[in-house]
């Protein structure tokens, strides 16, 4: 049990089981752990941000150049224009960097290695992104299926590639966070393990178990890097996204 | 009683032109090896760059399969529409494909770091 790899990543209820008709909203770990990193994130911000001076402290510079980061990771994607949904991208990017950090801790649940978060947070891009191209540009935003310089004769299946193509996006949207945070957390979980079934079974076994722990320490750095990333490679590919809705037709 | 002072401050100057002529050449070379140093997607090893390939083109299978299955769902016809969906699922597979290749290859230098 203490050595299954996957164990970290079970569903456990806290208190009473709360049922609103067909929906089962009990609380639970993951719950837990989505509400610490909102907390987190949120309680960081205010601090930072408490004390506006002119030269900024550690905290405050940290808040002011998390948000130059965003605000340039817009601009650079979705452009100027893009920036309205500088609130809706800092909050994803907030969140899921708080949500990855959390699980960096030992014995803390990973809330972003549940497909059903990292999909619920995709399928929210995905929406917001039809809403709003819709919204914005009316029927001008099935542009963004009709790619320019295609020969009439075969536009059809182009554009029933494109639609595809689509609708795919929020699939491989979740899953690339999803499956970074489950495949590193189960393979910190392994080397780990490695460590103590190897280290008891005597002197050997202690000397060689060095290895693994080695490992251990590296691919937890390395997992650090993961989690800062995956977080902003959400956030791009949403800004990515929005650009679509913002300028359909490329 | 001032020309004593006066050459002091213009040497003053100088040595503040210089010193910022200095700086600039300083950070200069200090964001070329930033920017060098910084990892995009594509360079962190081929694990990332080939799960992100991996996942993009089984997502456009899947999705492309899975929306023949519907229409056959909705036709009750025989298994043409899981085949025609398949197979527009591999061609959206391999432009999901395409463009992210065109996306990881744009970011070789990212403007703003990784």
């Known amino acids: 049990m203490a050595k299954d790899p996957t164990h970290q990543f079970q569903i456990q209820t806290i208190g009473e089981p709360i049922l ?37 402290g550690r905290m405050q510079s940290m ?3 998390s948000y130059e980061f965003v605000a340039d990771m817009i601009r650079s ?32 649940f990973t809330t972003t290695a549940q497909i059903v978060v990292t999909s619920a947070l995709a399928l929210l891009v995905f929406f917001i992104v039809i809403g709003y191209g819709v919204f914005k540009n009316g029927f001008g935003f099935l542009r963004v299926f009709v790619p ?19 609708i795919s996006r929020p699939v491989s949207h979740s899953v690339r966070l999803f499956a970074n945070m489950l495949a590193g957390h189960i393979l910190l979980k392994v080397f780990a393990g490695f460590v103590a079934s190897m280290a008891g079974i005597g002197l050997v076994g202690v000397l060689g178990a060095s290895l693994p722990l080695f490992m251990t320490v590296a691919l937890t750095a390395l997992e650090f890097l993961v989690a800062f990333l995956q977080a902003y490679v959400f956030a791009i590919l949403t800004c990515i996204y929005l650009n679509d809705a913002l300028h359909p037709g490329h | 009683m001032s020309d004593p002072n006066k050459p002091k401050r213009d040497a003053s100057i100088s040595e503040l032109d210089e ?3 200095r700086l600039q050449a300083r950070r200069a070379t200090h964001q070329a090896q930033n920017a060098k140093r910084e990892p995009s997607e594509a360079e ?39 085949f025609i969906g398949a197979m527009l699922g591999f061609a959206a597979g391999v432009r999901n494909v395409v463009r992210a290749a065109q996306d990881l290859n744009a970011k070789g230098s990212p403007p703003d770091g990784a």
């Open chain 1, 20 to 56: 609103v008709g067909p929906l089962d909203l009990t609380f639970t770990n993951s719950s837990l752990f989505m509400v610490l990193a909102s907390a987190a994130i949120i309680l960081l911000l205010m601090v930072s941000t408490s004390r506006r001076a002119l030269v900024p």
């Open chain 1, 77 to 108: 994607t979705a452009g100027s224009d893009g920036l309205r949904f500088f609130p809706f991208v800092f909050t994803l990017f907030g969140f899921i960097l708080m949500a990855n950090m959390l699980g960096m801790f030992p014995y803390f």
């Open chain 2, 19 to 21: 010193f910022e002529q």
């Open chain 2, 44 to 82: 962190r090893g081929g694990l990332a760059a080939g799960l992100r390939y991996g996942g993009e083109f089984a997502a456009g299978v899947l999705i492309g399969a899975g929306l023949g299955f519907l229409v056959d769902l909705a036709t009750g016809a025989p298994p043409w529409g899981l």
């Open chain 1, 148 to 166: 320019s310089g295609v020969p009439i004769y075969i536009l059809p299946f182009v554009v029933l590639i494109e639609v595809i193509s689509f």
């Open chain 1, 63 to 65: 808040a002011e150049i």
